[in-house]
């Protein structure tokens, strides 16, 4: 109906509205009790900018537009846009609280919603950032309160640590580290280096012979008209890709049995904790990422929240939006498996690096669906 928001009935005007307007006021409350500013990033972002950071896949879930200067996008979140309003301000730290729409395309058929309110916090620049994730996290806790939802934790940070530790080549952690978003295409890719690369060496064996002979060239224009998009020299660049990975030799299978193990680790964030210090063994660089989880675990118990009680996924954020490189969090209905994350966040770094060419900063925040919480509290009224 015209009167209804996203997961929340007749909240555009009457009782409905004030309803939610309470729910907006008690949220931005608890975010900006830290010392927050409110901000207010523009609705309309450059397409060029989130096309650099997603590619061609963000057209599919963003709604696009454009006028006689630039292509430009409905905003799909709110971090990209604060990170850009954080640099055009020139600070160092700071924190900001905000509450908007934002937009999503959806598949046609769905119901879920295309526009939906997002309240949140965001923190940069903090120096330590065991306590910068305590904060955000202890905020978005307190601003749900007693809303029936259970949170859980995960750290793509030690994905990451552990894609790099591996005994690869450049291309294999580059191409690794790009689908740890897409688990279906991450896990096809580990059997494409590991127990089913003698099969894709055979199925290019061919491709390779032509190449190593000098024909490349002559076969792309023998080939006949080109189909696509992709140049001759793009569909070279790539067969010469495909031959120097038919070269290499595959993945050990205990490497790849241990980063399927970090990722599958899965308890209370104290038991993760254990577990992933037993397979950190030889491991520096993911050792230095499990010691970064130890020290958020008591940062968390000096803000009051048990780390005993907090569950922890090792695949956890690995279907969200693909800036997240560290801690990761979000909270679901505990008895409304209609809703969606009612709160989700986590650390985006390197975000902050992408955006400003190199010059990046700490940056770590949470957002809450703020309809999805009414709609959560008005049930349970």
């Known amino acids: ?73 409905l905003r799909p979140d709110f971090t990209v846009p604060l990170v850009r309003l954080h640099a055009a301000a020139e600070l160092e ?6 509450c908007g729409p934002v937009w999503r395309r959806q598949e046609f058929g769905s119901e879920r919603p295309r526009e939906y309110l997002q309240a949140g916090f965001e923190l940069f620049g903090a120096s330590d950032q065991a306590t ?22 995960g750290d793509m940070g030690l994905a990451i640590s552990a894609i790099d530790a591996l005994d690869a080549s450049d291309a294999r952690k580059a191409a690794l580290r790009r689908h740890l978003w897409r688990p279906q295409r991450f896990q096809s890719l580990l ?17 390779v012979e032509v190449l190593n002979s000098g024909g490349l060239d002559a076969a792309i224009r023998d080939a ?85 009680e907090l569950a922890f996924e090792g695949s956890f954020g690995r279907t969200t939006l693909e800036y997240y490189d560290g801690f990761v969090f979000g909270a679901e209905a505990v008895d409304a498996p209609d809703l969606p994350a009612l709160a989700s966040g986590g650390r985006y770094d390197a975000l902050t690096r992408t955006l400003s060419q190199g010059d ?12 999805a919480l009414a709609a959560l509290r008005r049930a349970g009224a």
Not at 191 to 207: M, S, T
Not at 268 to 288: K, V
């Open 360 to 371: 990046g900063m700490t940056a770590v925040g949470g957002m809450i669906r703020v309809e």
């Open 93 to 98: 730290e700071a924190r900001y609280a905000y």
């Open 191 to 207: 059997r494409r280096y590991g127990v089913d690369h003698a099969l894709h060496v055979e199925k290019r064996r061919e491709l």
């Open 1 to 73: 109906m015209v009167t209804d928001r996203a997961y929340l009935k007749g909240a555009r005007m009457g009782a409905g509205l004030s309803q939610l307007d309470a729910e907006i006021s008690s949220v931005l409350g608890v975010l900006m009790s830290s010392g927050a500013d409110r901000v207010e990033p523009e609705v309309l972002q450059p397409a060029d900018v989130l096309l650099d950071l997603y590619g061609e896949d963000i057209r599919a879930r963003a709604f696009v537009t454009r006028d006689d200067r630039a292509e430009m996008m």
């Open 224 to 308: 006949g008209k080109p189909v696509g998009l992709r140049s001759a020299d793009e569909v070279a660049r790539r067969v010469r890709a495909l031959a120097e990975e038919s070269e290499t030799a595959p993945l050990d299978p205990g490497a790849v049995s241990f980063l399927e193990a970090v990722l599958a680790v899965k308890g209370s964030s104290t038991e993760a904790l254990a577990r992933l210090r037993d397979l950190q063994d030889g491991q520096a660089g993911f050792a230095q990422a499990v010691d970064r989880l130890e020290a958020r675990l008591a940062a968390f118990e000096a803000r009051g929240i048990d780390p005993e």
């Open 132 to 153: 910068a994730d305590a904060e955000v996290l202890a905020l978005i806790l307190e601003a749900v309160g007693d809303a029936g939802v259970r949170f859980v934790t």
